[in-house]
């Protein structure tokens, strides 16, 4: 069945850096795509979405990044803060069946740490 | 508001009992889904549902069971087939599409 996959298990920065988030999707014909942060103990929460006929797209502080010729997706969060200390999450929508497309596939996560 | 409300947030259960989580969701969503997230780990799709009084197998469906006799309800029941309860479990609603995929706050399972 379909996977998503992460490159970076931990990813550690200094407050006020840059983070990139990498995922490596495996279904060519998944046309949408979505981060999620999650908390300790919390559901997690929509960050931002981008469907497959962009490559990128920007909400506040954060950028979706997506390379469908390598299938992969990155997240990007600038000027990263303590409060963006958590794990990260991508899904991809898997291939449409009929009208529909049935459900997510999650990848396994990134723990985000962020040093004062 | 709209949102989706999952009960209770904590819940323990005796061996051999079967035990059931509540999902609710105010949201007009057609789809609703559970997951089941173990430590450190990323989610898992227990079972999922399209459309109200019809429901499908996730990735581990075994030791659970479902049912969706209202749009707006989708109670799971971990039996006391599922051998290794404890776990942290997450409801989500969205669209046909997919889209507006939000989640609960999610119930901690811990068998005593």
């Known amino acids: 069945g379909e996977s998503v996959g992460l490159h970076l298990p931990t990813l550690s920065v200094q407050e006020g850096d840059n983070s990139i988030i990498n995922c490596a999707y495996s279904n060519s014909a998944s046309d949408y795509f979505i981060w999620y942060k999650q908390e300790s103990g919390k559901g997690p929460q929509f960050i931002i979405d981008i469907r497959s006929n962009m490559d990128k797209r920007q909400g506040q502080r954060v950028t979706v990044l997506l390379n469908k010729t390598v299938k992969h997706l990155s997240l990007q969060i600038a000027a990263t803060q303590p409060g963006d200390s958590a794990v990260y999450f991508c899904?991809?929508?898997?291939?449409?069946?009929?009208?529909?497309?049935?459900?997510?596939?999650f990848g396994r996560g990134t723990q985000l740490t962020v040093w004062p | 508001d709209g949102g989706i409300t999952q009960s209770p947030k904590y819940l323990f259960r005796k061996e051999g009992q079967n035990v059931t989580l509540s999902c609710e969701q105010n949201l007009n969503h057609d789809a609703m889904y559970w997951y089941r997230q173990d430590p450190g780990q990323g989610l898992r799709l227990i079972y999922y549902s399209q459309i109200v009084n019809d429901f499908q197998k996730g990735d581990i469906a075994e030791g659970y069971s479902v049912s969706r006799e209202k749009k707006e309800s989708f109670p799971l029941t971990v039996t006391s087939a599922q051998k290794n309860p404890t776990a942290f479990y997450l409801c989500?609603?969205?669209?046909?599409?997919?889209?507006?995929?939000?989640f609960g706050s999610g119930t901690r399972l811990t068998v005593v």
């Open positions: 989500a609603s969205s669209t046909r599409d997919v889209r507006g995929y939000t």
């Open positions: 899904a991809e929508s898997g291939p449409r069946r009929g009208s529909t497309l049935g459900r997510l596939y």
